[in-house]
């Protein structure tokens, strides 16, 4: 499927010169470079001659977030074709753009180990009896807890303008609270150092947007679901 672009549009005021598309290639060549140095040294995390296994919390939580990630990517997608709201459309490619990175550093780390990218034993096993949520509060329709329903996912595709705006909003706070539960989960659990940090930055970086879109819901007459 062709990814839509996120950074010009007809309808949308042309973004700042960081946005230009040169530039977003430009930055992409070196998120590239980042990911390939810091995988090289992942694999074995404080002992390079360790490496995860399949049941463990570093796999557990690279499967199910980079899964995760994916729809806040789509989600980002969806809803930057369903308004003009140039601040939400920012938001927007700033979630696709982060996540799509993230994501594919998961993946990247199960490659390196050699790791399935499924488990047998379904999702959020991995943070089973610690303390943290698991399917318990998935809510019914969803993968994981935060995750949007297809029906959920449907409606955000109907939606335009203002409505859409504070639908994606709501979803992506939920996305976010799942998110970080999760990379707290990590933080906590994972034995890997670099996978330790990523999640804690995940943890900062989504509280920041969910407080971020708190205050875009207010402004639109709306709140956290």
Not at 60 to 86: N, W
Not at 97 to 123: C, E, F, I, V
Request: aromatic share 4%; charged share 20%.
């Amino acid at each position: 499927m062709t990814e839509p672009d996120l950074t010009d549009s007809d309808d949308v005021p042309t973004r700042k010169a960081s946005r230009a598309p040169w530039a977003v290639a430009a930055a992409a060549v070196l998120v590239a470079l980042g990911l390939l140095f810091w995988l090289v040294a992942a694999p074995g995390g404080d002992n390079s001659s360790d490496v995860p296994t399949a049941a463990s919390a570093d796999a557990g939580f690279a499967r199910d977030m980079a899964v995760h990630h994916q729809q806040a990517v789509e989600l980002s997608y969806i809803v930057r074709d369903r308004t003009d709201d140039e601040d939400v459309r920012r938001l927007a490619y700033d979630i696709a753009q982060t996540q799509a990175n993230q994501r594919g550093m998961l993946l990247g780390w199960l490659d390196l180990w050699s790791l399935p990218k499924t488990s047998a034993d379904g999702y959020m096993a991995w943070m089973k009896g610690d303390g943290h949520m698991g399917h318990e509060t998935t809510k019914d329709g969803s993968l994981m807890p935060g995750m949007a329903t297809t029906a959920e996912i449907g409606q955000l595709g109907k939606a335009s303008g203002k409505e859409a705006e504070i639908l994606y909003l709501q979803l992506m706070t939920d996305h976010h609270m799942g998110g970080v539960t999760m990379a707290r989960g990590c933080a906590e659990q994972c034995e890997v150092s670099q996978e330790r940090q990523l999640a804690q930055g995940m943890v900062q970086a989504q509280q920041s947007e969910m407080q971020l879109m708190a205050d875009m819901l207010k402004e639109r007459g709306s709140a956290p679901r």
